[in-house]
């Protein structure tokens, strides 16, 4: 007997399409997961003067809507909200008013509503209590603000005493905030969980973590490349080529850029002069003065990575705080492409030290481990062809798709 079509209301941050980042990546895929269970419609607030958006490549997607995020009334009526409430800041500082309006006139009779964070959630549950629901922990988010703690402030080395003063005071202050939302999101997470029937995290790790016994793992993957440069023994061009891939305006990817190119990389360098790092993704300003390092082109949003994941010769993920499981792993894992990872990089995937990747934490050990792959060809290859392996048994999305398919169905007709 065939099974009954699951009609599926998505509830998002931000429209997913284009996929041009991670959190829309996972999210396209998500919904191409859904769309095989039945018709779906898909709302997403537009923010920060968003354009219109693009046609849904799916065609299980019945209909769209769009709204533009209200703006905020500012941060001292979200502090002052803050102060007296148990909601994380970040949950306070957006007006979903309008949102919330537009959703009224959708509240159809829907077999199961998928929101993508927490952040969706919140504000939007009310209107359909009691329909099957499902919600994205793809970022743990009180592990993040733990994690987050953790790394020193970032200060322009070209900066003067003032601005050093000033961006120390900023540092405290969020870093204060955090304390307290750490405890906030912990307990908003579980809230939520004990409020839908399943949390999505995208790894075992992940469960654990979380303390949700209705966790459920659904993977970041990524597509497999029809035909990817799988001999990596030599070198694409005369000097070795590093990638790193992310949103330099993300702060676990500014974090581990800003370290990178200030710790790291002069050691590279030092090693092999020649050597060059590209940088894919917006918002290299963040980095202030670093971006100016010798050997460095920060290439910003490119119109096809797959050009930059076949010409690299080894990629780079000096993540060194947040949570979830990085894309930017599993691309390269899929792009036969060798890799140097921190643990926190890594987390959540099963890659093993020596196998899959190197894994190295301290500035030292990580450009040891950049210069010893670049100079051995053989290592890349055994690298590169054991990780391609790991991609396809466990981080194809087509597969990850056919896991959230059966989710849904499972959810609504246990």
Known sequence: M???EVRTLVVAELYPWPPVDGYRQRLHHIVGGLSQAGPLDVFAPLRDGGTEPVAPPWPGVARTLTVPMGDPAGPRSWIADWSRSEVPRRLLSLDWSS????????RDRYDLIWYSHVDAWWPVHPLFDGVPAIVDFDNLENLSMRLRRRIPPRIDQAAGPRERVAALARWATSRAFDVIDERRWDSIQRRCADAVDHVVVCSDLDVERSGCAN???VPNGAEAPEDPRTDRRELAGVAPSLLFVGALDYEPNTEAMSWFLRDVWPIVR????EAELRV???GAEALGSLVEADGVRMLGTVPDLRTELERADVSIVPIRVGAGTRLKVIEALAHHLPLVTTTVGCEGIDVMDGTHALVADGAPGFAGAVLRLVADGGLRQRLAD???VLFE?????????????ALARRTVSP
Not at 99 to 106: G, H, M, N, Q
Request: net charge positive; hydrophobic share 40%.
């Open 2 to 4: 065939e099974s009954p």
């Open 99 to 106: 949102s919330v309006d537009a959703l009224e006139r959708w």
């Open 215 to 217: 966790a459920v793992v």
């Open 270 to 273: 030092r090693g092999r002069p």
């Open 280 to 282: 894919v993704g917006r």
């Open 386 to 388: 054991a990780g391609r």
């Open 393 to 405: 048994e466990r981080y194809a999305w087509s597969a990850i798709r056919g896991d959230v398919e």
